[in-house]
């Protein structure tokens, strides 16, 4: 599966299993060449017991304004809503980044779009607002922001300011609910080991109109 | 020393096993609790689930968020080792640039192989797996039917730990009483998936998977699996209470250090390992079997892939357990004055007939599973439900265009959230941030299904391997080329799989994205991507038409036999291991039998 046609929170609907592109259905090399092997990042064996934070298996490589940039943006997209903080606050940023620098296939294209969508935002900030995006007025951002979100379309034109927006938005809502505080936001209750599987509550089962009618 | 290194192997073994899978590692669990002494080779490093399973680590502690890159394909946490899609070093090729005719080979390279991070489906071949040629005139039959094998599913299934029930469903073969263990109660989404299935004729059970779902019974299944022999028995019931039950957290597929799923590293190796019999040497990795004047196996050669030096063990005999294609390729590979196109390939056919598991999925989302209250659905980290094949009556009756079925598999609920995942548009379009991101993120979480069909492919002369006629892997062993071809039977079975699928979900009242093409060339996966491969050993009744007989040995060297799926003469929809570990028990005892009566 191409993860750029999954849906919206597909993760949660495949049994857990997420697959990064098959080289395989990628672009064909000559009859009798074998398939090359990928980019040396973390490698295949790397020590998997070991928590790990970006920037530990490749360097990263946000310029300290693209920093700026990218943390303003998190925390449009994601803000602190009094109950739940904000994006920056639990690492998105350094995972962004982390995610622009990595040396595999979709990192690289994927690293050249907010790059260059970000080159432009800030372009685009001082050419109608007379000062970079992070410095621009919180109003002033709305605007852009707001404007890079009406795609209208389920897939944004390539090389859109709506795709690279679109993407950014993506990450950082990866970053955001694939920590525990935003598993917990989600309603992400599990990861703990319990004596007994009960199954879903008999209330809800009902309000569903299903019958937990499996006889084990 | 249990693991040894390449200067303390003994001078000489009963059996060589090569590999430690789920082949390898059932022969050798099979033949050490008999009192056979045994070598298992493996080609990968040694490695322990108890100490290396990152069972409850979370994303946010992993690079890009646990997200599957080329180097992880099915994630960073997930169990394997130094393999994948493609192992450093070696390479394999494909004639064809065409993706629907090229293949393509999944591989680890640890000590019990994919069995670390395989899915743990568990399904038994029916009655007419084992005979599809004389159902409908294609492939081939098997040279043994389903009740050669029964009384083996029922003794791995012991073993290991299976649960689901029994259905009394066609060719869905129930097992004994008091065989399979119960299993968990089905998800939200999975009660609904049923409920919405039974209209359209589609029967969704309990899935058969290798999980414990209480502690195996320790006083009373030693004795029935190894009657008669009070050490087996001993060892067993000991190991037996060391393997805890699920605790329903966690992914399987990171490995289960608590011993409570089914890995060779977890459940066949320990008690091997126990009875004092088995040596195992890890990155030893066997080029060729090796022969004695009068054509029988005197043992390998392998490299030590620590210092890259060759060395040579004997024994009385050798099994291959590498997997189907790694098998065919040692076999290729061991060519001598008297096999000069390699060993056990006087029928030509050695590499021949590989077979995959058709595959093609279908996602749909779901509005009655939105905002639903937040509550706990890890479960045995895995499918809790499966539907088997059901349109027998019709496909008889000429009806659907394929010969043969598919089962489904399904993934719903709300599963830790770990890896990219794209957020799409919302409703009007757009890209939602701030409040509004949040909001739907709560929502929509959970309210996915995933299908996935798995369905038999029909063996055919254009899907096969070779030793390729230039490539090497960095020790210089000749390495495998592919062929592959899909025959029209499968095209038409992926499209009416998809079709099902929306079908499911509009009945679910869902919704899918885009419609189902009637082409079923577009949807299929690759050969070889759902990981099911088999064949190119193939067993039969004749010499001239098969490569091993119905014990799965060499028909040319008859103290050469073949453990893994590359004897299945036919690939079912079932998946594959459950049938491996099942006749591996029975070969072993095979050769148990006649190395006492002095043929081997
Ligand atoms: C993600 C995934 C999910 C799966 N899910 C399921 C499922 O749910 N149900 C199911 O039935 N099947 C499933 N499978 C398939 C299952 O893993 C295989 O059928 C099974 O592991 C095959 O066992 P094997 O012993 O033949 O091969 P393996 O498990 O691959 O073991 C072979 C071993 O031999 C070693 N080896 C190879 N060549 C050599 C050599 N030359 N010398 C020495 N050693 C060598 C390898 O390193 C390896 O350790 C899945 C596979 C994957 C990858
Ligand atoms: S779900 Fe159960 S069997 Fe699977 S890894 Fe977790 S504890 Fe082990």
Redesign the interface.
């Known amino acids: 599966?191409d993860?750029?046609?999954?849906?919206?929170?597909?993760?949660?609907?495949?049994?857990?299993?997420?697959?990064?592109?098959?080289?395989?259905?990628g672009a064909?090399?000559?009859?009798?060449?074998?398939?090359?092997?990928?980019?040396?990042?973390?490698?295949?064996?790397s020590n998997?017991?070991k928590?790990?934070?970006?920037g530990?298996?490749w360097p990263l490589t946000f310029t300290e304004l693209q920093r700026r940039q990218a943390a303003v943006l998190a925390d449009?997209?994601?803000?602190d809503?009094g109950k739940?903080p904000s994006a920056t606050s639990?690492?998105v940023v350094d995972?962004v980044d982390?995610?622009v620098s990595?040396p595999?296939?979709?990192?690289l294209r994927d690293r050249k779009i907010i790059l260059d969508g970000m080159a432009w935002l800030d372009e685009e900030s001082v050419r109608r607002f007379g000062r970079r995006f992070a410095e621009s007025s919180e109003a002033d951002r709305l605007v852009l922001?707001e404007e890079?979100?009406?795609?209208?379309?389920?897939e944004?034109d390539a090389g859109s300011s709506?795709a690279f927006?679109?993407l950014v938005?993506?990450?950082v809502?990866?970053?955001y609910?694939?920590?525990?505080v935003?598993?917990k936001?989600?309603?992400?209750?599990?990861?703990?080991?319990?004596?007994?599987?009960?199954?879903?509550?008999a209330e809800?089962?009902a309000k569903?109109g299903?019958?937990?009618?499996?006889?084990? | 020393m249990p693991l040894i290194d390449s200067g303390s192997t003994a001078k000489s073994y009963d059996v060589i096993v090569v590999g430690s899978g789920a082949a390898g590692g059932q022969t050798a669990y099979t033949l050490t609790m008999e009192g056979a002494r045994v070598l298992m080779l493996e080609a990968g490093r040694n490695y322990d689930p108890r100490t290396e399973s990152p069972m409850f680590n979370t994303p946010d502690t992993a690079p890009l968020r646990g997200s599957g890159t080329p180097e992880k394909y099915f994630g960073y946490f997930d169990a394997t080792v130094g393999g994948g899609w493609t192992v450093p070093g070696e390479p394999y090729t494909n004639v064809s640039t065409e993706k629907n005719r090229k293949f393509t080979w999944w591989r680890s390279r640890m000590l019990g192989g994919r069995t670390n991070h395989w899915g743990r489906i568990s399904l038994r071949n029916g009655p007419y797996d084992f005979k599809p040629r004389s159902r409908d005139g294609l492939g081939f039959d098997w040279p043994i039917s389903y009740e050669d094998v029964s009384p083996y599913y029922d003794k791995v299934e012991m073993l290991v730990g299976v649960y689901g029930t029994n259905e009394g469903l066609e060719n869905t073969p129930n097992s004994p009483e008091g065989v399979l263990l119960p299993p968990p109660r089905a998800r939200i989404g999975e009660l609904l998936a049923r409920q919405r299935g039974r209209p359209l004729g589609i029967p969704v059970i309990a899935a058969h998977r290798a999980v414990l779902s209480r502690p195996l019974d320790s006083k009373n299944l030693p004795a029935k699996i190894h009657p008669g022999n009070a050490k087996a028995q001993r060892i067993l019931a000991e190991d037996m209470q060391n393997r805890a039950a699920c605790f329903w957290a966690t992914d399987c597929g990171r490995g289960c250090a608590i011993r409570a799923n089914y890995q060779s590293t977890t459940v066949h190796i320990p008690p091997a390992l126990a009875t004092g019999n088995l040596d195992i040497l890890t990155q030893a990795m066997v080029r060729e079997v090796t022969v004695d004047a009068a054509g029988k196996a005197t043992g390998v050669t392998y490299i030590d892939k620590t210092t890259g030096t060759e060395h040579h063990v004997s024994a009385r005999v050798v099994v291959l357990g590498a997997g189907a294609c790694e098998s065919v390729r040692i076999l290729l590979n061991s060519k001598s004055a008297l096999f000069p196109n390699g060993l056990a390939n006087s029928s030509g056919l050695v590499g021949k007939y590989i077979m995959d598991t058709v595959g093609a999925s279908w996602n749909g989302q779901i509005p009655l599973l939105e905002s639903l209250p937040p509550h706990n659905e890890d479960g045995a980290g895995g499918g809790h439900v499966y539907a088997p094949w059901w349109l027998y009556k019709e496909q008889r009756a000429g009806k659907l265009g394929f010969a043969r079925g598919y089962h489904v598999e399904f993934g719903t609920g709300k599963t830790m959230p770990q890896g990219f995942s794209s957020f799409g548009p919302n409703a009007d379009g757009n890209t939602s941030y701030g409040r509004r991101l949040r909001e739907e993120a709560r929502r929509y979480y959970g309210s996915y299904v995933g299908f996935t069909g798995r369905g038999e492919m029909i063996p055919n002369a254009d899907s096969f391997c070779e030793i390729d006629p230039k490539a090497v892997d960095k020790w210089g062993i000749p390495v495998l080329r592919f062929t592959w071809k899909w025959s029209d039977h499968e095209f038409k079975q992926v499209a009416h799989m998809q079709r099902t699928f929306a079908d499911w979900i509009a009945a679910m009242g869902g919704t899918s994205k885009g419609t189902p093409s009637p082409d079923g060339s577009k949807a299929i996966e690759p050969g070889g991507a759902i990981i099911h491969e088999v064949g190119g050993t193939i067993m039969g009744d004749k010499a001239s038409s098969s490569v091993t007989n119905s014990w799965s040995q060499t028909w040319d060297v008859p103290n050469v036999f073949v453990a893994d799926g590359g004897v299945f003469a036919s690939n079912a929809d079932k998946n594959p291991t459950l049938t491996i570990m099942a006749l591996a028990w029975r070969t072993a005892d095979r050769i148990l039998d006649q190395m006492r009566q002095g043929n081997l």
């Open positions: 599966m993860r750029r046609l999954a849906i919206k929170w597909m993760l949660a609907a495949s049994a857990g299993v997420v697959m990064a592109r098959n080289p395989m259905l064909s090399n000559p009859p009798g060449i074998a398939e090359p092997e990928p980019p040396f990042g973390y490698g295949k064996d998997l017991m928590a790990s934070k970006p530990d298996y449009i997209i994601i803000p809503d739940n639990v690492g995972f982390e995610w990595a595999y296939p979709d990192n922001v890079m979100s009406r795609s209208q379309k389920a944004p709506q927006f679109r938005r993506d990450l809502g990866v970053g609910f694939t920590t525990p935003g598993m936001d989600l309603g992400y209750v599990g990861n703990v080991p319990l004596a007994t599987f009960d199954g879903p509550p809800l089962v569903l299903l019958v937990d009618e499996v006889k084990w």
